[in-house]
């Protein structure tokens, strides 16, 4: 099921991502198995909890079961996925914003 096909069949969030968003992070998400929900509602899923501050078994029904959501959230917070996209993230909103893809140390961390 591609991204038109999902909006179709449900409601967006505005946590949703957006074909773009999706596009630099797919790559980073280490699946070896074929599920029966496509990833990228998975992702949506994740964020949706993130966002709304919910429990996981509050997901609305029309995103995955919130046992699948939640195995995946795991399994990547365990195996580094979500510091790997936290960093890509930040780079990449850093050269959207026309900065070094780093921060500069403060003043309190500058060697003498």
Not at 74 to 80: L, P, R, S, Y
Not at 83 to 94: A, F, I, Y
Request: net charge positive; proline share 7%; glycine share 6%.
């Amino acid at each position: 099921m591609q991204a038109a096909e999902i909006s179709a069949v449900r409601k967006r969030y505005s946590s949703d991502l957006s074909a773009h968003d999706w596009q630099q992070l797919e790559p980073l998400l280490v699946v070896r198995r074929r599920g029966k929900w496509p990833l990228w509602e998975v992702v949506n899923a994740i964020f949706y909890v993130l966002k709304n501050g919910c429990v996981w078994r509050d997901l609305p029904g029309d995103l995955p079961p919130w046992g699948t959501v939640y195995w995946y959230f795991a399994k990547w917070e365990v195996d580094g996925t979500w510091q790997r996209v936290n960093t890509c993230l930040n780079v990449s909103s850093r050269e959207w914003a026309e900065k070094k893809p780093g921060p500069r140390p403060s003043s309190s961390t500058r060697k003498a």
